[in-house]
C-alpha cells in the first residue's frame, strides 16, 4: 500500500536531488526544470508506464466471492459491492438489512485500506451508484432496488424488484433499475416509480439515465439472419423518462439482418453493446465488442451505408486498427451526444499475438470524467503493447500466464493512452475488471477473480492473501499530482492555485491544491506539483518530461520561494 502522503514524499524527490530544506527546495526546483529541455511528443501507447497505486487488496473467504459495483461516497469513502459469503473485513459486524445474507456493501475510507463498515442483504450487490444527495442505490439481487443513506447503513426506500442487475442515478436523482428479466424501472428520488419497460430483446446488458436531456438508455444485442448466415447486432436506444413505454427517441445500430445484408458483406461479424454511462462532461459513453473486423461499428450508427471517417473512428496503432483480426473479441468504444445519439468518436482497443494477429479484450467496465478522459476495465489476453514495461506502484508487471484484468485511462481525444495495464504477478489473475469509480481526486477499480492466479498486491495491502475460491480484488490511483483544475496537465493554473491557498486550511481539497488530502495546503503540497511540473496528459504539451516553465510561472515561482523560506517553520 502507498497512502497519498507517502506518494507525497516519494514525489518531493526532484529530478536534480534533494534542495536543502523544503524552502530551498523550490529554489531547486526551478532551476531542475530550467535545465530540462522541452517535453517529447506522447505516443499512442501508454503515456506513463507505472501505475501509482495508493492501495490495492483482495477481498474474500474461503468460499467463492464475487465482485459487484464500485463507488466513492459523499464524503470520499470507498464503497465495494458483491457477493462475501463467509468474510467481514476488519472482523465489522455487520448491518444486517432484509434479513441480512451473502450480498455485501463494504465501506472502506478514501484510501481503501481502513474498513469502515458492512452491510449485508441479498444474495448478492450487484452494483451501486451514488445520488446527487450522496445516497446510495444498490441493485441487491433477491431484494431489489434499495436506497441507502449516505453511510450505507440504513434503507430510505426500497422496491421489491428481485430481479434488478444493473442501477444508474441521473444528476436530479431519477434512478433506473434494469432486471435480469430485461425489464427496466425508474424512480423519482423518493422511490415513486416512474414507469416500467419490458424489452423483447435476446439481450440487455446496460442502462444508463440523464436528468439534463430527460432520457434513459440502454444497450444490449440481438441474434439475426442475414440470409446466409447469422449474426448478432449491437443496439443503442434512448427512451423519454417520463414516458419509457413510448418509442424511442433515437436509435443506435440495431440493424435487421436483411438490411446487413444489402448493405454490407452477408459475412459481417457479431457485435454486442454492454456499457453504457454518463460521463462527468455530460456526454454518453458506450463500450461494447466485435467479433471480427467487418462490422456495423465501421459505419455511421444512424445510417448505415455511410462509412465513419478518421475523425471519427480514431486509429493510433496497431492495438486500435482491426487488421489480422478474426472472430475474437475486440473492445469498441465511443462517445455519443445523449440528446441525438450523434457519434463524436470510437475507437478499437484488443490485444495482439506475438505473430500480430488480433487477440481478445474484452471490457464491462466504462466510466468518463469531466474533460472527456476515459476509463475502462475488464479481461484481456496476450499482449497488450509495452506489457512487459507496465508496473503496478512501483512493482513490475509479470510475464503473461493467462487471462488478466486490465485497466486502461483514454486521453479525451484518444489519440493515446495514459495509462494501460495488467495487473499480474505470478500466472494470470484469472479475473474479469467489473467496475470503476471517479473520485475527485483519486480514480478506483474493482475485478473479480477466478481460479488461484495471482495479481500484484502492494506491501501493506489491507488483504495481501487469498483465503481460497473466487475472490474480488481493487486498486486505488490518485489522479496526475499537482492537477489542481483536474484538466490533464500540470501547469501555471495550478502553482497559482496552490500558491493562493498555501498556509490554510482545514477544509481545503484537491481543487485547492490539497494533493496530500490532509485539508490544509503546506509546502508538501508545492513540492509535489513541482516535481510534476510540466506533466501533460492531454498530448497538448507534452509527457512525462518537465517542461521549461512559462516566464510568467518563473514570475510566481521567484517571490514563492523567498515567502516560503521565511514561512517553512510555521508551515507544516
Request: some cysteine; aromatic content about 8%; glycine content about 14%.
Amino acid at each position: 500500500m502507498r497512502t497519498i502522503e507517502a506518494e507525497a514524499k516519494r514525489m518531493r524527490r526532484v529530478r536534480c536531488g534533494r534542495a536543502g530544506g523544503l524552502g530551498w527546495l523550490v529554489l531547486g526546483a526551478v532551476v531542475c526544470m530550467v535545465g530540462l529541455g522541452p517535453a517529447t511528443a506522447p505516443t499512442a501507447g501508454a503515456l506513463f508506464n507505472d501505475l501509482p497505486a495508493i492501495s490495492t487488496s483482495y477481498l474474500g473467504g474461503s468460499q467463492d466471492d464475487a465482485g459487484g459495483g464500485i463507488v466513492f461516497g459523499a464524503d470520499n469513502s470507498l464503497f465495494i459491492g458483491g457477493r462475501l459469503v463467509d468474510y467481514n473485513p476488519g472482523g465489522l459486524a455487520p448491518v444486517n438489512l432484509f434479513g441480512g445474507g451473502t450480498g455485501a456493501l463494504l465501506r472502506f475510507d478514501e484510501t481503501g485500506t481502513s474498513p469502515l463498515g458492512v452491510t449485508r442483504m441479498g444474495d448478492m450487490i450487484h452494483d451501486v451508484a451514488v445520488a446527487p444527495t450522496g445516497s446510495l442505490a444498490v441493485a441487491a439481487g433477491g431484494v431489489g432496488t434499495v436506497m441507502l443513506n449516505p453511510q450505507g447503513d440504513s434503507v430510505m426506500w426500497s422496491d421489491p424488484f428481485s430481479e434488478v442487475r444493473r442501477i444508474n442515478v441521473g444528476q436530479d436523482g431519477t434512478v433506473a433499475a434494469l432486471g435480469a428479466n430485461k425489464q427496466l424501472r425508474l424512480y423519482n428520488p423518493d422511490g415513486t416509480l416512474l414507469g416500467q419497460r419490458n424489452f423483447g430483446d435476446n439481450f440487455v446488458e446496460d442502462i444508463a439515465v440523464d436528468d439534463r436531456t430527460g432520457l434513459v438508455f440502454v444497450t444490449g444485442y440481438n441474434n439475426t439472419w442475414t440470409g446466409q448466415e447469422p449474426a448478432q447486432v449491437n443496439f443503442i436506444r434512448a427512451f423519454d423518462i417520463n414516458n419509457v413505454t413510448g418509442a424511442a427517441e433515437w436509435i443506435n445500430y440495431d440493424w435487421p439482418g436483411s438490411t446487413l445484408r444489402n448493405e454490407q458483406n452477408p459475412d459481417v461479424a457479431d457485435t454486442r453493446g454492454y456499457r453504457i454511462s454518463i460521463g462527468g462532461d455530460g456526454m454518453l459513453y458506450f463500450a461494447g465488442e466485435a467479433h471480427g473486423g467487418n462490422t456495423t461499428f465501421a459505419w455511421d450508427p444512424q445510417i448505415v451505408d455511410r462509412r465513419l471517417t478518421s475523425d471519427e473512428w480514431i486509429i493510433t496503432d496497431k492495438y486500435s486498427h482491426p487488421w489480422q483480426t478474426r472472430a475474437e473479441a475486440k473492445t469498441v468504444f465511443g462517445r455519443f451526444d445523449p440528446a441525438t445519439g450523434e457519434l463524436d468518436m470510437l475507437q478499437w482497443l484488443f490485444a495482439r499475438l506475438t505473430n500480430n494477429d488480433g487477440n481478445t479484450l474484452r471490457t464491462r467496465g466504462i466510466e468518463a470524467d469531466e474533460h472527456g478522459r476515459i476509463f475502462l476495465t475488464g479481461e484481456t489476453t496476450a499482449h497488450i503493447r509495452d506489457r512487459l514495461d507496465q508496473s503496478v506502484g512501483g512493482e513490475p508487471v509479470a510475464p503473461y500466464g493467462g487471462g488478466e484484468v486490465f485497466l486502461a485511462v483514454i486521453a479525451p481525444d484518444f489519440s493515446h493512452r495514459e495509462h494501460w495495464t495488467v495487473f499480474t504477478a505470478t500466472g494470470g489473475t484469472g479475473g474479469l475488471g467489473v467496475g470503476l469509480a471517479l473520485g475527485e481526486d483519486r480514480y478506483a477499480m474493482l475485478a473479480g477473480l477466478g481460479g488461484a492466479g495471482e495479481t500484484i498486491i502492494l506491501p501493506g495491502a489491507y488483504q495481501d492473501a487469498r483465503q481460497g475460491g473466487d475472490d474480488m480484488y481493487y486498486v486505488v490511483v490518485p489522479h496526475l499530482m499537482g492537477d489542481a483544475n483536474r484538466d490533464g496537465a500540470v501547469l501555471s493554473s495550478d502553482l497559482a492555485t496552490v500558491l493562493a491557498n498555501l498556509g490554510t486550511g482545514p477544509g481545503k481539497r484537491w481543487i485547492d491544491g490539497d494533493f496530500d488530502a490532509d485539508g490544509m495546503v503546506t509546502l508538501r503540497d508545492l513540492s509535489m506539483l513541482l516535481s510534476n511540473y510540466g506533466r501533460d496528459l492531454t498530448g497538448v504539451t507534452g509527457s512525462n518530461a518537465l517542461l521549461v516553465p512559462e516566464p510568467s510561472t518563473l514570475a510566481l515561482l521567484a517571490p514563492a520561494a523567498l515567502l516560503l523560506l521565511g514561512r517553512r517553520r510555521r508551515v507544516a
